[in-house]
């Protein structure tokens, strides 16, 4: 009654793999309806990134101008050539501490230099098809250093939430806060109070009226209030006087062998976390939307894009997760909704520039706080520490080395010991279960009893059966969900069989748990069958439990339990 799916199919060519979505997109059909959806949803996220992209600028010790360079030139860029239907590009908080450090360090030309040579990087990466390498860092991975960046960004906002003016505010977190407990007595009431009417407003317009800009609201709500009461507050004109009214001409970064040579860690870190943060969000659309990007060709994409923005004065593009998830939830039909979220902004530059310059930066202080705690992935910390003590050893090495060392030393020990944990466990998995070895071997049929073979089995179409063997770990979801991904909305169930797997680890339950819900808005049933009573604990800590899916104990009693529910079912139309 069923068919097992196997994943042979031949590879794409040059040209499959680096075309852009948009022309997928346009080779299907584009009328005006679709022009209509995603104008609406690019008009939405242009909404939500404006604030934003000058926020995030600020905080990184750039000017607001320059947030917008980048949300115009690298978004732009991003929809037109990107693997992602829907990637939304633009200035990341994630980016915060390391532009920052970068500016302290090399200057305003040291960034654009370093943001240019992560742009050739970055395609560099695509092309040479290494997209998918990114994919093998472990789940806690991610997790951690998104934690540990978020509080980073919490602490660099203490001082304009606050109103405090240190003499000098340094980057490393404990030196940070002794500067800023000297700098006590600078408190501005006005300030604390425009930061807690800000966070007020976006908490609640997101509570009572989800659907509207609680940011931009919150943001001019407080600019006209502030401007009116005449506060004692800084706002963007007494920063920066103001934003420009049209963007810059483009010019190349200053370039010689020494300056390269200064910035190039930097590059190298730009590099990391942006192909991590962009295919993590693709792969968010993805899972949105049950549509599958292409790594490598969002990575060229990710590549020009920051060579463009670092051409007009901007920094680091890379996909944004919010705006993304924005942009599906507006209704976007393809990557005309990113440009013209791009062009949406360009307008408000054009037009509405000097109104900006009454934003308090208090009230930019409090949008950022709300990022930040966004970013924490409270139920999946909570989910990991639960793991066991290895993922809970990986989550807080990478998460402490991420606010007291390094990003990019996070990401290399975490993934270290990743790897240790993976070798420690398969060593034990594999004395329990000898007859379950990591790669399968050839046996002769006689080798064990079997049952006959059933044709039924593989006639109807209506239930696919996927059978898993060897480990699901961090290093095989890629591979394995790639197989998933393209099983069809037109099966009504899929049997996932693990009764090959010895081992799995939270990065595979993750990818499960990613399957089930993408299953369940394709209104197909997700059965589990085979899985040892340690592989049960790790999948229910992630939620895969009824109704989101069925467990059984064999393939034979998934396909049993659908059998009596189908005659049970009474006849279409009946």
Known sequence: MTRTTTATRDAPSF????????????????????????????????????????????????????????????????????????????????????????????????????TFLSGLMLAGTGLLRLGTFIKFIPFPVTVG?????????????????????????????????????????????????????TIALILGIRTWRPKWPGMLIAIGVVAVASTLIDLPVETIGTRFGGIPSSL??????????????????????????????????????????????????????????????????????TGTIARTATNVRSGAHGPVAGMLHALFLLAFMLIAAPVAAYIPLAALAGVLVIVAWNMIERPAIAVLLRSGRGEALVLAATFFLTIFRDLTEAIIVGVALGSVLFIQRMSRTTAIYRDIPLVGRDEADTARSRDAHDETVTADPDIVVYRITGALFFGATASIGSVLDRIEDRHKALIVDFSAVPFLDSTGAHMIEGLA??????????????????????????????????????????????????????PAGG
């Open 248 to 317: 810059p001409l483009p010019a190349l970064p200053e370039i010689s062998l020494a300056r390269i040579v200064a910035v190039l860690p930097a590059a190298i870190a730009f590099t990391l976390l942006g192909a991590i943060e962009s295919l993590l969000s693709a792969v968010v659309a993805d899972g949105m939307t049950g549509r599958r990007h292409r790594s490598n060709c969002e990575l060229v994409a990710q590549g020009v894009a920051n060579l463009g923005s670092s051409l007009f004065g901007g920094f680091c593009v």
């Open 517 to 570: 819900r993408k299953a369940r808005s394709r209104k197909v049933e997700l059965w589990l069958t085979g899985t040892s009573r340690p592989m049960r604990r790790e999948l229910l800590m992630h939620g895969l439990k009824k109704p989101l899916v069925r467990h059984a104990a064999s393939v034979d009693h998934a396909l049993a339990s659908l059998n009596r529910r189908q005659a049970l079912a009474p």
């Open 145 to 197: 250093f998104t934690a540990g960046i978020a509080v980073i960004i919490l602490a660099s906002q203490i001082s304009p939430l606050l109103g405090l003016s240190p003499d000098d505010e340094p980057g490393e977190l404990v030196a940070k806060l002794g500067a800023l407990w000297d700098a006590r007595a600078d408190v501005t009431p006005a300030a604390i109070g425009l930061s807690l009417v």
């Open 15 to 114: 040209a499959e793999m680096f075309t852009p979505k948009l022309w997928t997109v346009l080779r299907e059909g584009y009328d005006a309806r679709h022009l209509r959806a995603d104008a609406v949803a690019g008009l939405t996220v242009a909404i939500v990134a404006l604030p934003l992209s000058m926020a995030i600028a600020i905080a990184s010790g750039a000017s607001p101008a320059q947030g917008l360079y980048t949300a115009i030139i690298g978004g732009f860029l991003v929809s037109l050539l990107g693997g992602s239907r829907f990637q939304i590009g633009g200035p990341a908080g994630a980016f915060i501490i390391l532009v920052a450090g970068t500016v302290a360090e090399h200057g305003m030309d040291g960034l654009i230099l370093a």
